[in-house]
Nanobody, 114 residues
Framework: QGQFVESGGALVQPGGSLRLACVAS????????MSWYRQAPGKERELILS????????TYKVPVKGRFTISRDNTKNTVILQINNVTAEDTAVYYC???????WGQGTQVTVSS
């Protein structure tokens, strides 16, 4: 089973940027697909981006394309989500997880407000 500790969430103004990090443990990180999810208030959790062990990235949500970037540092068992030009619709709790899914971490809150 994997464990995940997400960090980097904050209150940010529209148009700003954030860098979220997720430290994973309990499995062989370097050979595992990692993903970022988010859950907006009153909505279901959704998959937004994945990064394969090869470094190939996959984007599942059109609104984040060009603004969100996923990357990984296998030396630190860390997956990063860079968010640029945030909008109010990005307000959510952000989670990382692996494939196949493990237990969820606590997530990190991103709030976009002026």
């Amino acid at each position: 089973q994997g464990q995940f500790v997400e960090s980097g969430g904050a209150l940010v103004q529209p148009g700003g940027s954030l860098r979220l990090a997720c430290v994973a443990s309990g499995f062989t990180f370097s050979s595992t697909t990692m993903s970022w999810y988010r859950q907006a208030p009153g909505k279901e959790r959704e998959l937004i981006l994945s990064i394969l062990s090869t470094g190939t990235t996959l984007t599942y949500k059109v609104p984040v394309k060009g603004r969100f970037t996923i990357s990984r540092d296998n030396t630190k068992n860390t997956v990063i989500l860079q968010i640029n030009n945030v909008t109010a619709e990005d307000t959510a709790v952000y989670y990382c997880n692996r494939f196949p899914l493990s237990m969820w971490g606590q997530g990190t809150q991103v709030t976009v407000s002026s």
